[in-house]
């Protein structure tokens, strides 16, 4: 294997531009990349990043060494099935669809077996993703360490052993974002409730969250060791503490996580059947 591998993306939307953007900025050749939509408006928006742009998903994996299909789910089994006739038997496939299997796809590519599921998140177009990782045993580790490389590119990576559990990355990453903005959004209410106009009512919040993981980041301690540091007994933050857990905000994410990777499961069943 090259150290720095040709890789082709099928599908240019918006988690396909994060990662060539990151690539790039990664030192990856702008030459090395090529991305195949139909779209003519998503080719256009890759233009001046020096990157291959094609309309044709066979043509553009024809001298690739990986192959990130990162197309919608509904769309992949049309897609995959499409590229099964010029798949060789050494491309590594990197699936970034969420919901579908290593068996749908290998069943849809023919019986394909070098196959890496992918599930990032939307701070990946910050670079600043969380992305689960798992392949099968046919997948060796050289090839484990090229899809790492390409999805580091966009934020850390973590593996998992088993498949199922990428329903529960998929129910704390890749739904997360969703649940802190939604965290925002109440903080923010909150606030102007209080008299905060909404301009800085957002500007606290905001940076409160970002200010509060960076601090999580850095410190490497355990978050509520660090909740219990600004906890001072008596004081107005013990206060709303107890007002968030005796609303029950423990459950309510226990809950939440626990619903979105049943219904990951659900929506996997759902496309084995496609």
């Known amino acids: ?17 994060a990662l060539v953007g990151g690539l790039i900025r990664n ?15 998503a080719r256009a928006q890759l233009d001046g990043l020096g990157v291959c742009t094609l309309g044709d998903n066979l043509k553009a994996i024809e001298g690739a060494d ?41 069943r849809w590519l023919n019986g394909h077996e070098r196959i890496v599921r992918a599930m990032p998140n939307t ?25 790492e490389s390409i999805l580091r590119a966009v934020g850390v990576c973590v593996w998992v052993e088993r498949e199922d559990l990428i329903d529960s990355v998929t129910a704390l990453s890749g739904s997360g974002p969703a649940y802190v903005f939604l965290v925002m959004e109440a903080m923010q209410e909150a606030g102007e409730k209080l008299g905060l106009d909404a301009a800085t009512a957002r500007l606290l919040t905001l940076e409160t969250v970002f200010g509060a993981a960076r601090l999580a980041l850095e410190s490497k301690e355990d978050p509520a060791v660090l909740r219990a540091r600004v906890t001072s007994p008596g004081g107005t933050t013990e206060r709303g503490i107890a007002a968030l857990e005796s609303a029950g905000l423990r459950k309510a994410f226990a809950d939440a996580l626990k619903s979105a990777a049943e219904r990951a499961d659900e929506l996997a069943n759902m496309l084995d059947l496609a």
């Open 1 to 17: 294997m090259t150290d720095k591998p040709v890789i082709a993306f099928i599908g240019g939307g918006n988690m396909a531009r």
């Open 27 to 41: 030192d990856h050749p702008a030459e090395q990349l090529c991305v195949a939509d139909p779209n003519a408006e």
């Open 66 to 106: 990986v192959i990130v299909l990162s197309v919608k789910p509904q769309a992949l089994g049309a897609v995959a099935r499409e590229l099964a006739a010029g798949l060789r038997p050494g491309q590594l496939v990197i699936s970034i669809a969420a919901g579908v299997r290593v068996d749908t796809l290998r």
């Open 123 to 147: 701070p990946a177009l910050v670079q600043a993703g969380a992305t689960g990782l798992f392949a099968p045993s046919e997948v060796s580790a050289a090839e484990r360490a090229r899809a």
